[in-house]
């Protein structure tokens, strides 16, 4: 009786297909240097849109792209990755590096809660993408309307605590001057990801 050959059509298991993508960053390699590449540009872009920022004369805070980039950064990273990114944002700013807005760094910066609920914001959107709720522009704007509502919900604590305001008067600094500009970068965002999901062909997706 002759042996059996095994056949050199018949995939190894090492071979499968990967499974389908929930996020963008899924369509990038797997391997371990490009997810951590990924972490790294997210909160890198983070940092940059930070330094893209307008004082205003009655608050602390400043009019930046930061709320733009977390909720894009949570939308194409997913949960895990997006909150590593912006716990690393979040870590290295507190360790010295002059990334948070207007070139900030340290505990003592009084948008400090903002930057908490970045990572709160990165998990929540993320989770919400790796559902498919990013896919079309209506569903994916509800998540990122959802993302900055946590990130003010932070930010005009931590501010109202740190600088010992009333609660209107920390709604006053670090909320209704930003409400109409946050929108804009709401809907930004609610668009972002899903074109960028049509530029790549929604590979993997279902």
Do not use: E, N
Not at 137 to 148: K, P
Not at 192 to 198: E, N, Y
């Amino acid at each position: 009786m002759r042996p059996t050959i095994p056949s050199m059509t018949t995939a190894p298991a090492y071979g499968a297909a990967r499974p389908a993508a929930r996020v963008l960053a899924d369509l990038a390699s797997p391997a371990w240097a490009a997810q951590v590449a990924l972490v790294l540009a997210g909160a890198a872009f983070v940092g940059v849109c930070a330094q893209i920022a307008i004082p205003l004369p009655f608050t602390p805070v400043p009019v930046t792209l930061q709320t733009y980039a977390v909720l894009v950064v949570g939308g194409a990273l997913g949960g895990l990755r997006g909150v590593a990114a912006m716990a690393l944002y979040a870590l290295a700013g507190l360790a010295g590096v002059p990334w948070f807005a207007q070139g900030g760094s340290g505990v003592s910066v009084p948008t400090l809660g903002y930057i908490i609920g970045f990572i709160a914001a990165a998990a929540l959107v993320g989770h919400w993408a790796q559902g498919g709720g990013t896919r079309g522009v209506a569903r994916t704007t509800i998540a990122m309307l959802l993302g900055s509502a946590v990130i003010y919900a932070c930010g005009v604590t931590w501010l109202a605590l740190s600088l010992g305001l009333t609660p209107g008067d920390a709604l006053a600094k670090g909320l209704w001057p930003f409400v109409i500009g946050d929108l804009i970068k709401v809907a930004a965002a609610g668009l972002t990801i899903p074109l960028a999901w049509r530029a790549f062909g929604g590979r993997g997706g279902r």
